[in-house]
């Protein structure tokens, strides 16, 4: 019997591999007939990279990203509101990555064909449903080539995202995604370093803003790194969300022009705009937290779980995360029911609540203080917002999102093989 994960995203694949270390046979179930690099950037907190250098990948992120040493919010006239070191700048003894997203997912699958095997991921394999019985789980499946096939497994782990069909079958009449009118566009332009060559910055207001960070080096021929940018505008949310679809490629005319004068001497928010390549467009959803993530032998995990605004950059750090606290939970009680409520008593109170605090805009909350004092335009900021204010407020953030500095430099292996 086997572990079957529906999804070879970042949570399953992670899975996967968190299967292969612990000796527990698996198999990822993925809906589309191909994987390749889709997306763009994303930031892997320091939690999640001790993970995925506890599975071996010490020495392959440099090639697909950047270890981040700098966070940094700045007000509308480009002016700083605070800024933080990072990663093992900050005293983590792991850093902190800012990597092309579809690259992170290329090398776990990579890694899950030479560890496992060709046939450890099925492509063109979209779970549609499952039955949970006291000794098996079946997932449904529909194949690319229309037919309707049961895979059996001794339990189910369901990594398939934003919109999982698992947890559409477990909650039936969860709402859709939630949207509270903001809309991302995501784009990377080969630009020239900015700030600290390691820095993520994001610049502007609650209803405006432009997030930014390099997610490679800087390449030693042309003096340009990839920089990874974000477009945020708000919206009335009685107009409508576009479409959740993560690939969803727009013309830059839908949003540029509110950035026309967005030109401050360290960063050209039009220039690195016009110079990219494709812009996919995105609103920024989440789900209302459930009750429970566990049905039997089957559990949510990753976005299907607690699917959250990106504000913290904890989405692809938390699916990692729990890809590993699910296999000390497999280690520990075994493949069956045990395992999944473990996991879940460990895991959904705080993530819910994360989920709810990242509604509220997490970390970028700040701007939204400082938007309230002084209409976001400001000579001093200590004259706006106290030093001790606000890192009280990052201090909180990273306690409830898993990355406290001591904490996780304290906390012992998630999985110890001795
Ligand atoms: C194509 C794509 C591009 C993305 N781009 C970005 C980005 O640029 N920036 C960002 O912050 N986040 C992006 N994300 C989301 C980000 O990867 C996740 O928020 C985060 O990594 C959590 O990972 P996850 O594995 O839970 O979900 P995901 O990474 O979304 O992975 C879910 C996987 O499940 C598969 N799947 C879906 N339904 C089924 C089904 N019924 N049966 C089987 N398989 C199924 C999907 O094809 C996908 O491979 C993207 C996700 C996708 C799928």
Redesign the pocket.
């Known amino acids: 019997m086997t572990v079957l994960i ?7 694949l992670t899975m996967a591999l968190t299967c292969h270390e612990i000796g527990a046979p698996a198999v990822v ?4 007939r191909e994987l390749a690099p ?5 930031n892997l907190q320091p939690n999640a990279i001790r993970e995925l250098f506890d599975l071996g990948f010490e020495d392959d992120l440099d090639a697909i990203g950047i270890e981040a040493r700098e966070w940094a919010l700045v007000g509308r006239s480009g002016n700083d509101v605070w800024s933080e070191p990072r990663g093992r700048e900050a005293g983590y003894r792991w850093p902190q990555y800012s990597v092309h ?1 579809g690259e992170l997912q290329m090398l776990l699958y990579r890694a899950v064909v030479d560890r496992m095997g060709p046939d450890a991921v099925r492509t063109a ?4 449903g499952y039955t949970s019985l006291d000794d098996r789980v079946v997932a449904h499946v529909d194949t690319r080539d229309g037919a309707h096939i049961d895979v059996e497994g001794d339990i189910l782990i369901a ?7 698992v947890r559409q079958q477990m909650h039936p009449d969860q709402p859709p995604p939630q949207w509270g009118g903001q809309v991302l566009w ?1 784009g990377a332009t080969p630009g020239i370093p900015i700030r600290s060559g390691a820095s993520f910055t994001l610049v502007g207001s609650m209803d405006q803003r432009f997030v930014h960070y390099p997610i490679s080096a800087v390449d030693p021929q042309t003096g340009l790194q990839l920089q990874n940018w974000i477009a945020e505008l708000t919206f009335d949310t009685a107009d409508g969300a576009p479409s959740s679809d ?2 969803a490629q727009v013309d830059i005319d839908k949003f540029l022009p509110a950035f026309a004068d967005w030109n401050f001497d360290w960063l050209d928010i039009p220039a690195l705009v016009e110079g990219a390549p494709a812009v996919w467009e995105f609103p920024m959803v989440d789900r209302d937290p459930v009750d429970r993530w566990v049905d039997g032998r089957v559990c949510l995990v ?3 779980a607690h ?1 959250m605004y ?1 504000v913290g950059s904890n ?2 750090s938390q ?1 990692i995360v729990d890809a590993r606290v699910m296999g000390a939970k497999l280690r520990s009680h075994g493949l069956c029911e045990a395992a999944l409520s473990a996991f879940e008593r460990d895991l959904l109170e705080d993530m819910s609540a994360l989920v709810l605090r990242n509604r509220g805009h997490g970390p970028v909350g700040i701007l939204g203080l400082v938007d309230e004092r002084c209409g976001g335009i400001f000579d001093n900021i200590d004259d706006v917002i106290p030093r001790a204010e606000v890192e009280a407020y990052m201090a909180n953030y990273k306690a409830a999102a898993g990355f406290a500095i001591e904490a996780l430099n304290a906390a012992p292996p998630t999985i110890d093989l001795g």
Request: net charge neutral.
């Open positions: 529906a999804g070879g995203g970042i949570a399953g179930l993925e809906s589309v889709l997306g763009v950037g994303i997203r394999h979209r779970v549609v990594a398939d995202g934003l919109h999982s069909a995501r993560w690939n990753g976005d299907a699917v990106p989405g692809a699916a």
